[in-house]
């Protein structure tokens, strides 16, 4: 179900990311209330993402003879920072690479994704440091109201999706608007994640389910200071 007022809190988290196209309608976006898709800026927002994907996927220093994988990472790192809302050092997102508008993406440090991640960042997605993708992830932030008449009229909306640190999220899983995963989770390969997953947790199916805990270890210091 929809918001029906503002949530300053996600709004205040906007505040401190890059490439925000502000406007009411993305205010209503990234607060869970039905908003219009198509409004200038908000089109204009997905044209710039939907170049910058062609850029990204399509892009290899082949004719730099000095160039190694070194090399690749570090400049792959920089295009990102051209379009995601926050990067973290030592990132690396294996193309193809696709998303909605990528300025609602914060990802932590050392994050990968393998090939093939689509994240429809309608709402705020947060990655924690140290997270892992395989190949194939999914995560859709966005969605729509099962009466129909506000799918005919372009009317939609959207939920966050955060992820904690050290989590492992297995080829092909899919996560589903407004999902919490906590800390230290892993979750299995084509698993659907519906409902919020605590911090130290196996999950896996569809829907996805708890299996085990892990063994929690120690934050890190920087981690625990910020």
Known sequence: MAATEKNQTEIEKAKQLNHIPWCDEYEKMISGMLYDSF????????????????????????????ADFRHLIEARSEMLKEILGSVGAETLIEPPFTFDYGCNIKVGERFYANFNCCILDCGLVEIGDRTFFGPGVGIYAATHEVDVQSRRDNIEFAKPVRIG???WIGANAVILPG?????????????????????????????????KQVTPVEDIPSEASS
């Open 39 to 66: 409004i200038p800026e908000l089109e204009a927002s997905r044209f710039k993402a939907r170049a910058w994907c062609h850029k990204y996927n399509n892009w290899f220093p082949q004719n730099d003879p000095k």
């Open 165 to 167: 640190a050290d989590c």
């Open 179 to 211: 999902v919490t995963i906590g800390k230290g989770c892993t979750i299995g390969a084509s698993s659907v994640v519906t409902r919020d997953i605590p911090d130290w947790s196996v999950a896996m199916g569809s829907p996805a389910r708890v299996v």
